[in-house]
C-alpha cells in the first residue's frame, strides 16, 4: 500500500508539474490535461518500479545459499505483491483472520488455484512473515524465483524423499528459530481441473507435527479468474481461515488422519 500511494503521489506532481509547463492555466485544456497526464504518468511510474524491481533481481545470485533472514526484501516483496493486486484491481475479501495468533509461529496450509494465491495471507496477513514452501521450478523463474531465493522460501523436491525430508526440516526449523509463519499448499501444485481438490501430501502436516505449531486451515476462492481479466475487469476474491488446528488437536493423529480431515474441511468450505 506504501509503494501505491507513493506511485500516486508521484503521478499527480507529474502531471501538474507537466500541465504548467505545457502552457497557461486559464483554460479549459489545463482542466483536461491533468487527468491525462495523470494517467500517463501513473503507467510510466509503474513501469520504473517494475523495471527497479527487475534490476534489483538480476543481482541476487540464486547460486548461493542463504545465510541470514533479509527482512528487508521480505517487506519489499509483500509490498510489491499489494501492489500488483491493486493494479490487477484483484478485491479481497477476507473471513476468519482473528482466528489466528500472530504471535506465535504457525504453519497455513490452504487450496491452490493461482499463481495468486500466496498474495492474500501475505497481503492480509502485513506484519506476520511467511516464508512459501516452493516446488524447484520457482527458481527458474525471472523476478519470482530471486525473490523466493534471497527472501528464504524452502525448495521441496517431491520427486527425491531424501530431498523432502531435509525442506521438512529445514521449515521446522524455520518455525522453531525465527519465529516465522511456514505456508505450504498440499495439493503440491496448482489445481487446474474440474475437481475442488487435488489429493493432498500428508507429508505437508508433519512440519506442524515436528514443530509443534497449530496448523492454520484456509481456503481461496476465484483466484483463478483474476490473472485472465487482470486490470481490465475488477475480480472479487476470497480468503477464509475454516480452522485452527492447535497442536494439542493434531496431538494423537498420524498425517494421513490429518490430511483427511483438512481435505473434509476445504472442500465444505469451497462449496459453500
Not at 485544456?29 to 501513473?42: D, Q, T
Not at 524491481?53 to 521480505?74: C, D, E, Q, W, Y
Amino acid at each position: 500500500m506504501l509503494i501505491w500511494i507513493l506511485i500516486l503521489l508521484l503521478s499527480a506532481g507529474t502531471a501538474v508539474g507537466l500541465s504548467f509547463a505545457f502552457g497557461p492555466c486559464a483554460t479549459w485544456w489545463f482542466v483536461l490535461r491533468i487527468p491525462l497526464l495523470m494517467l500517463a504518468a501513473y503507467l510510466c511510474w509503474l513501469f520504473l518500479y517494475a523495471l527497479l524491481i527487475a534490476v534489483i533481481s538480476l543481482f541476487i545470485n540464486k547460486k548461493k545459499p542463504v545465510t541470514r533472514v533479509h527482512h528487508g526484501m521480505r517487506r519489499l516483496m509483500v509490498e510489491t505483491m499489494q501492489l500488483i493486486l491493486l493494479v490487477g484491481r484483484v478485491r479481497v475479501h477476507a473471513e476468519g483472520l482473528d482466528r489466528i495468533d500472530r504471535t506465535k509461529p504457525f504453519l497455513i496450509v490452504a487450496n491452490h488455484r493461482s499463481m495468486l494465491d500466496p498474495f492474500l495471507p501475505s497481503v492480509l496477513l502485513k506484519g506476520t512473515e511467511i516464508i512459501y514452501i516452493c516446488k524447484p521450478e520457482i527458481l527458474n523463474m525471472p523476478v519470482a524465483g530471486s525473490f523466493a531465493h534471497i527472501c528464504g522460501f524452502p525448495f521441496i523436491d517431491r520427486e527425491n524423499n531424501r530431498q523432502a525430508l531435509k525442506t521438512i526440516l529445514h521449515a521446522v526449523d524455520i518455525l522453531k528459530d525465527e519465529q516465522t509463519a511456514v505456508g505450504i499448499f498440499p495439493e503440491g501444485t496448482r489445481n487446474k481441473t474440474d475437481a475442488p481438490l487435488l489429493p493432498l501430501h500428508p507429508g505437508s502436516f508433519s512440519i506442524a507435527k515436528r514443530a509443534g505449531v497449530p496448523i492454520v486451515v484456509a481456503v481461496s476462492r476465484n483466484t483463478e479468474k483474476a490473472i485472465p481479466q487482470f486490470f481490465w475487469h475488477g475480480t472479487k476474491v476470497l480468503f477464509k481461515v475454516v480452522d485452527v488446528l492447535t497442536p494439542e488437536r493434531i496431538a494423537g493423529l498420524s498425517t494421513q488422519e490429518i490430511a483427511e480431515q483438512v481435505k473434509e474441511q476445504l472442500e465444505a468450505a469451497l462449496k459453500n
